[in-house]
């Protein structure tokens, strides 16, 4: 028995909690058979107290959405001095943000599709781009907010400026790839594996293809040319370095080779807290490199550290 205590962090209170809840609940009870001792904590505003009379040895952060990987959260951690897993405080708010993200990228080789950010209220009876485009919320997670514009669009998305709309002021408006998902985790310092996500019966990898019992397909690894695989690898780890990640993270690419077998690749953004459950894609990635869920989970537990 390990004998070391975790408190797995999940819940919390952003539009991605019921994700979170489902990775937790995963990871707990791996972590449980893999013989450490764990403390599932549900996320709220007393966090930092609960912790501080808690003192685990290491925390492992299941949090997905603001305040579970913004760097709030690892602030807290940090403050408290308790190891955490996945990324630290600067590269976690980093990513977050896709706009500061994606400059980091371009500025590290990353080819990245144009975009630009603005204000959801300055959103006119124009396009603010030539369709097609992708309007996405800057700092949402597991798609929430995305809207694909069509060409054949006449005007701009009426949902953004709507009073319904909940995810902040702040959008990017970004030129569609079209193409292939693909997708790849890097474990530490190493790329993993390359996935072709398919979605089934969904225009696009949004929330419920993502996290819909039969939503989407798996392949990996994916099925594309050896030098485009290991391109992808290359540009994830590059990527998981230049914006100062740590443990675990998952960049998300498009790839269009409806012209040549070359075509476009492009890299879309950076996912510090990506799903953990056995079926997730990064858990699935490690399999494939030869990881159980459970000794995958304590590879990171044991590189948990402070100052990330």
Known sequence: MNGKHVAVLMGGFSSERPVSLSSGAACADALEAAGYRVTRIDVDRNVAETLAALRPDVAFNALHGPFGEDGTIQGILEYLEIPYTHSGVLASALAMDKAQAKHVAAASGIPVAD?????????????????????????????????????????????????????????????????????????????????EIIPQGHAFYDYDSKYVKGGSRHVIPAQISPNIYQKIQTLALKAHQAIGCRGVSRSDFRFDDSSSAEGELIWLEINTQPGMTPTSLVPEMAAHAGYSFGEFLSWMVEDASCLR
């Not at 630009?116 to 124009?126: E, I, L, N, S, Y």
């Not at 309007?135 to 514009?149: A, N, R």
């Not at 009073?163 to 190493?190: F, H, N, P, Q």
């Open 115 to 195: 975009a630009q950010v603005m204000d959801r209220h300055a959103f006119g009876p124009k396009h603010p781009m030539k369709p097609p485009y992708v309007v996405k919320p800057v700092s949402e997670g597991s798609s929430f907010g995305v809207v694909i514009v069509k060409e054949d669009q006449s005007h701009p998305p009426q949902v953004v400026t709507s009073s319904e709309w909940r995810y902040g002021d702040r959008i990017m408006v970004e030129r569609y790839v079209a193409g292939r998902e693909l997708t790849c985790g890097v474990m530490g310092d190493k790329a993993l594996g390359v996935t």
